[in-house]
Structures are given as C-alpha cells and as structure tokens.
C-alpha cells in the first residue's frame, strides 16, 4: 500500500546531483586553466620560477590545468580553497583545513591536509592563498535543490516504468497444490517461466495441469514520461548553472546569440573570478613597494575571438591615434616589442582637419 520499493527509488539519484554539478563547475573550470598567468615587471613580462609555477607545473604530481580545475570545483562547491606553499616551492590545494579567524591579527591555518598528508605546522594568511567565492556556501543550496528536483525525478522515472511494465497473472488449481513439496516445485517453475520471459527474446512455456499463466499490458506510450524526465533533468541542471552565473544556453549548445552570451558569461562570470585571484596572488607574492613599482601577476584571460576579426578595429584604433602599437599589442595579449615606431602615434589623414588634410593631398582644380 504504501510502495516502499517507490520510496527508495526516488531516494537515490545522486547521479542527476553529481551531472549538473560537474558539468557546470568543469565548464567553468576548463575556462579558467585556459588563462595564461603573466608576470609583470613594470612594461614587460618576465617568466620567471612564478610564471612557470602558475602556467605549467605547480607541484610534482600536478599540471597546471588540472591543478586550476580543482581550484574552481573546491572554490565552488566547498565555498572557499586554500593553497599553500611546501618547503620546495610546490603549490598544493588543501583537501581539509581549520580556519581559526581573527579581528586583529592574522587568521591561522591549521591541521592542513593534501591527500593523506597532515601538516604539523600551521600557516598564517599571509603565507597562503586563501579564496571565498561568496557570502553563502553553495554546496547546501544545491543539496535542498537536488531533495526536491531527486524526488521529483525519480517519481517520473519510475512511473516510466511501470507504465511500460508487462505484468501476468497466473491461475492455480489449489486442490493439486496442497502438499509443501508440490508448492516449492511450482514456485521455482514460475521463477524460470518469469525468467525466461524477461530476458529471452523468445520463450517457450509448456503448459502444466491446473496451471495457466496470462499475459497482460498496460498498452501505454512513454513518450511523454521520457520527456518529462529530461525536463526535470535539465531543469536542475539550468538552475546549479544560474547558481554559479552560466549562460543556460552556452551549456546546452544553443547558437542563437552565442558571442552575446559568451561576452556575459566572460564579463560577469569569469572576469569577476580572475580579479579575485590576481588580487589574492599580488598580495600574497610581491610586496607593497613591489606592487607600486609596476611588479603584478597579470591574468590573460581566454579569448573567444579570432584575432583576425579585429583586424578592422585594429586598424581605426591605431590609425585614428587613439593607441600606440604596443599598447594594442598588450590588448591583444602579444606583449611589448622593442622597436621605438610601435611606441609612436599615427594619425591617417581622413581623421586630421580639413585644412591639414589638404596641406599634403593633391591640389584641386
């Protein structure tokens, strides 16, 4: 009556929770390991120990895109990583740690653990680098989400199936099954008939005194079910997307107004992040006479547009004076070259004055 069997199917669809969660913090994760961390030093960049730490390996047994994208599932989903800096330079995301805050002085790190190790020192904040996402953690936000959206889910897959279920009765002559021995020999036979039905794709069922078996449908369509549970599905999913600011469309592949959507998830999801890290790893690698004097970890984001097709931009900005070479250069992420014509500004002749554009131009009759 009360369809346990039910229950404990609706109760176990960690799978929908773990889907939407790692293909919306991978999706951002993959944009971010794709930024180059560059060091400058006043006009130009330098690659140093730092820049190879950042970019390439930040530890022994690490790469730095998979090293990124655990940055942002732990920032994400725990609401705030930590990393710190072994003894041999190596940076390493904590997997647990005590944070012991404070109003005055530094807040403490203790009881540091990355894999199966455990720090015994403790580490103060000026020594690691130590990210919140926001105000409030996201993982029990998703978690009272999936109770809802699981139970919903798991109610329409298993109407599915028993919609679609096949069922049979079976009529017994009770007369020819009195004995206890008789009984277990016809359970067993209706065991196999059971199995035989289920699995092969024809089955052959001798037929027995007092015994008949019925065959029986429910003769309805799935389709509308099936819909319903992508819906429920991607229903969740768009809204752990929102949750962390992803386009919904970027993430079902939608190509209407795809460079519209990519600029705001660039703009409002992305670039927000990357401020927060280079305004952690400035403080917490240079000093403040370093920082003044031009010395920052500047972050080159990702581009999702081809060079090419800034080409005509390109060339009304360096034409109409308003940038140098170089600086264009850095917008563009090519960095400074040394060639003193790159430094000049340049002005065509459609943007001077009349009266100057004349001066060189041909004389009029």
């Given at each position: 009556m009360f369809d346990v069997e039910l229950f404990q199917e609706t109760s176990n669809r960690a799978h929908m929770k773990r889907l939407a969660i790692d293909t919306c913090i991978s999706f951002l994760g993959r944009t971010i390991s794709q930024s180059e961390f560059r060091v400058r030093n006043g006009d130009t960049f330098e690659k140093n120990e730092l820049y190879y730490r950042l970019n390439v390996r930040p530890s022994k047994n690490t790469t730095a895109s998979t090293?990124?994208?655990?940055?942002?599932?732990?920032?994400?989903?725990?609401?705030?990583?930590?990393?710190?800096?072994?003894?041999?330079?190596?940076?390493?995301?904590?997997?647990?740690?005590?944070?012991?805050?404070?109003?005055?002085?530094?807040?403490?790190?203790?009881?540091?653990?990355?894999?199966?190790?455990?720090?015994?020192?403790?580490?103060?904040?000026?020594?690691?680098?130590?990210?919140?996402?926001?105000?409030?953690?996201?993982?029990?936000?998703?978690?009272?989400?999936?109770?809802?959206?699981?139970?919903?889910?798991g109610r329409i897959l298993t109407s599915q199936k028993r919609k679609n279920q096949i069922r049979g009765t079976v009529d017994m002559d009770m007369l020819s099954a009195k004995s206890s021995e008789h009984q277990s020999k016809l359970q067993e036979f209706i065991n196999n008939m059971y199995k035989a039905i289920g699995k092969n794709d024809v089955a052959i069922i001798p037929q027995q005194p007092g015994f008949k078996y019925t065959e029986m449908t429910n003769g309805g369509s799935g389709g509308q079910s099936v819909d319903e549970i992508n819906k429920v599905t991607n229903g969740f999913l768009d809204q752990v997307a929102m949750a962390i600011g992803i386009p919904v469309s970027l993430l079902h592949g939608d190509m209407a107004d795809v460079e519209k959507q990519t600029k705001n998830y660039m703009f409002f999801t992305v670039s927000p992040l990357l401020k927060k890290i280079s305004d952690e790893a400035n403080v917490k690698f240079f000093t403040q006479k370093?920082?003044?004097?031009?010395?920052?970890?500047?972050?080159?984001?990702?581009?999702?547009?081809?060079?090419?097709?800034?080409?005509?931009?390109?060339?009304?900005?360096?034409?109409?004076?308003?940038?140098?070479?170089?600086?264009?250069?850095?917008?563009?992420?090519?960095?400074?070259?040394?060639?003193?014509?790159?430094d000049k500004y340049f002005i065509t002749k459609n943007y001077q004055e009349s009266s100057k554009a004349l001066e060189g131009g041909e004389n009029e009759e």
């Open positions: 090293f990124w994208q655990t940055f942002v599932y732990k920032l994400f989903y725990d609401n705030e990583c930590l990393i710190i800096q072994a003894d041999d330079g190596d940076l390493l995301i904590a997997d647990d740690f005590t944070h012991n805050e404070y109003a005055v002085y530094e807040d403490i790190f203790s009881n540091v653990v990355v894999k199966d190790f455990e720090f015994k020192r403790t580490f103060k904040q000026s020594e690691v680098i130590h990210l919140k996402y926001s105000n409030e953690n996201l993982a029990p936000l998703i978690d009272g989400l999936f109770k809802d959206y699981g139970d919903l889910f370093e920082y003044l004097s031009g010395k920052c970890v500047d972050i080159r984001k990702a581009s999702y547009q081809n060079i090419f097709d800034l080409a005509t931009s390109v060339d009304k900005l360096r034409g109409s004076s308003v940038m140098s070479g170089n600086e264009l250069r850095e917008e563009l992420g090519l960095g400074r070259v040394d060639d003193p014509i790159m």
